[in-house]
């Protein structure tokens, strides 16, 4: 069975922080995909990356940046200057092989940038 | 292009009623899931639906059934409605062939039992 523990329930930080939140994974298959999703307040969940188990290297994309470490089962999220507009839930999720990869969710970390 | 989108946005029942939600998929996507999100939670898988099957089935009871229509749309029926099925109702789309595996999600239907 997959798990996925996001243990941060809410975090509240000031316009232009860096924060970074943190996800850790759990499964037996050695294929597996890791993703993040963006809820904000609408209720839409926003993709915003998928990794694969075979590919480890980092990524960043403008302010966001992602740290995939198999060693620990670790896929964490770091939002650099954090701005008002990122605030949301944000969902770490875990797809393992087979053709439907249906994703297990974390329970969400809840950030809230104020300004 | 039109995402992903799901009718109606809220919709409020009472305890035992039956109620219908619908979904249709975005374009060029021919699998449709269903999730449902409790307050405060990650969103829980219910079904998939490819080739107008059930393929793929989550920890739900039977009082969850779906259907998926030639044309991809999909709906999601639940039955003997109880207080506990008030919930964010999320489908998500996406396609079978591609190899990829991301779902693209739609805006939910807030379900609310009285």
Redesign the interface.
Known sequence: AQKVTQAQTEISVVEKEDVTLDCVYETRDTTYYLFWYKQPPSGELVFLIRRNSFDEQNEISGRYSWNFQKSTSSFNFTITASQVVDSAVYFCALSVGGGSYIPTFGRGTSLIVHP | DAGVTQSPTHLIKTRGQQVTLRCSPKSGHD?V?WYQQAL??????IF?Y?EEEE??R?NFPDRFSGHQFPNYSSELNVNALLLGDSA?Y?C?SSF?GAG?????????T?LTVL
């Open positions: 699998t899931s405060g939670q990650g969103p829980q898988f998939q490819y393929r793929q989550g964010l999320l998500a079978r990829k595996n991301e779902q693209f999600f739609g805006p939910g807030r």
